[in-house]
């Protein structure tokens, strides 16, 4: 275990590792031997609304799992951001563990600490629905459509359930890709804790299988790589120092801390590192999608990849549509560029290309990716978007319509 592990590396071109944390588990990344020694060697089959305790093989009922946490300080549940069935599980969680009587606060991945004042306000009732999306910078701080996480939000004010915001603004974490720990700032370093844990086999191997095998397009120099390891574990390390923070300053409550299921994944993430800090109880959640009816045997996931795992249905598509493309702006006076654009996404088959500035949105000037998310968020499967961009000095535009495929 090091304080602060390897020097300064590569810039990568695209930080991989902010794309995975959120993204729905692979199969070979549901079946690895890594993480508690004890379930590592044995599977456990998952069904669609079958909540299982790996440790035993129970099925059990929400309300059972309320009981089975009896104790527990910190519960993490993974999400797929963008996946709706993975909220429902967080929301039903955090219900029944409201109604046994538990105080429970919501821990936040999607807000840097940095934002806890609005989170306080939203949860007094001091803001509306929009005020508290203008100005927490929901759509700078996070993107995910909020219509995603709305119940949540709605369930915490009105039933006083404080949230915490316990992650490190993302500038922080791409300084720690971009320079190595000896490379931050004072100012920088002074929003991470003062020691991560950056040495461990299994999560090395794990965050490797999140980038995917051979021939994946992800593939990266071993010293990159490392670079980007020490920047998950960085981000793993602020949340699980952020939580357990405010966990001290609630004796008796529980906190539960909706993440994306790669900070979750047997035990690697988060509570290895709260672990550093920590001596209660931690558990984990992961909903995964499983196979249906009565003849399927379900899905097969190692027994060592959460406490509890929540089998939920497919979702063969997102409920909400999103841009289809990835973009960078580097400085806030710079051009928002397109960088990623998969050849048979219905943007590039309407005309945008790679390096086209993205100048607006059905006629509307979009000074920032902020802006662009929130607009996007508007649009509903079926509906047309026009695209004004920019392409070597030119105006161009770009036109077509949310289709699922």
Known sequence: MTAYGRGGRLAMVAFIALAIAGSAAAQDVLQLAVGAVE??????????????????????TPAELAERLEGVRL?????????????RVQLAVVRGLVEAGREVLIGLEMYPYTEQDRLDQWTSGLLTEKGFLELSRWYRNWGYNWAYYRSIFEYARHNEVPMVAVNTPRSVVTAVREKGFGGLSAQEAAHIPPRI??????HLRLF???????????????????????AQCTWDATMAYNAVRSLEEHPGAIMVVLVGSGHVAYGLGIQRQAEIWFEGRI???????????????GTLVQASYADFIWGVAPEAH?????????????EPEDPIK??????????????AAVGDALLSIDGIAIPDEASMKRLVADKRWGDRIVLGLEREGERVEAAFVFRRR
């Open 338 to 351: 397109i960088i990623i654009l998969p050849a048979a996404s219905a943007a590039a088959e309407a005309g």
């Open 208 to 230: 490797r299988a999140f980038l995917g095998p051979p021939g994946s397009g992800h593939e990266v120099d071993d010293e990159s790589l490392l670079s980007m390891f020490d």
């Open 75 to 87: 519960l993490l549940i993974g999400e797929s951001h963008t996946s709706m069935e993975a909220h």
């Open 39 to 60: 379930r590592r060697d044995r599977q456990v089959a998952i069904e669609i609304d079958r909540l299982t305790d790996t440790h035993s093989g129970e099925n059990l």
């Open 318 to 330: 997102t409920l909400y549509p999103s841009i289809g493309f990835s973009t960078r702006q580097r």
């Open 283 to 297: 558990a984990t959640l992961i909903p995964v999608p499983a196979g249906g009816d009565e003849d399927d045997a």
């Open 197 to 202: 844990d950056t040495d461990d086999d299994d």
